[in-house]
Nanobody, 124 residues
Framework: QVQLVESGGGLVQAGGSLRLSCAASGSIFSINAKAWYRQAPGKERELVAAISGGGSTVYYADSLKGRFTISRDNAKNTLYLQMNSLKPEDTAMYYC?????????????????WGMGTQVTVSS
């Protein structure tokens, strides 16, 4: 059974920081590619960042480069998202995703395992 459990969301003022974590277990091995998506109310789910199994390849949405950092600890099978200089438009439900490959993809349907999400709310 695959489990992805996100944590670390919350309410923060604009300009603040949060660190999200995603603990994986079951059939999601530490070497699988993982990603963070987000979905704001009334908007489509969008890819925030992705990281390959070995961590050598990363992807960021253009609008988030320089503020968000994705990382992973394969020994703990845990994924992280450090979010700095948060803006009200970053308010969304943030989801962890994984796929049975070490390679990342920007195609949402190829991420086959999903967590339940953690809410991030940025106040102005």
């Amino acid at each position: 059974q695959v489990q992805l459990v996100e944590s670390g969301g919350g309410l923060v003022q604009a300009g603040g920081s949060l660190r999200l974590s995603c603990a994986a277990s079951g059939s999601i091995f530490s070497i699988n590619a993982k990603a963070w998506y987000r979905q704001a109310p009334g908007k489509e789910r969008e890819l925030v960042a992705a990281i390959s199994g070995g961590g050598s390849t990363v992807y960021y949405a253009d609008s988030l480069k320089g503020r968000f950092t994705i990382s992973r600890d394969n020994a703990k099978n845990t994924l992280y998202l450090q979010m700095n200089s948060l803006k009200p438009e970053d308010t969304a439900m943030y989801y962890c995703a994984a796929r049975l490959s070490m390679a990342i993809t920007t195609t949402q349907t190829l991420w086959t395992s999903w967590g339940m999400g953690t809410q991030v709310t940025v106040s102005s």
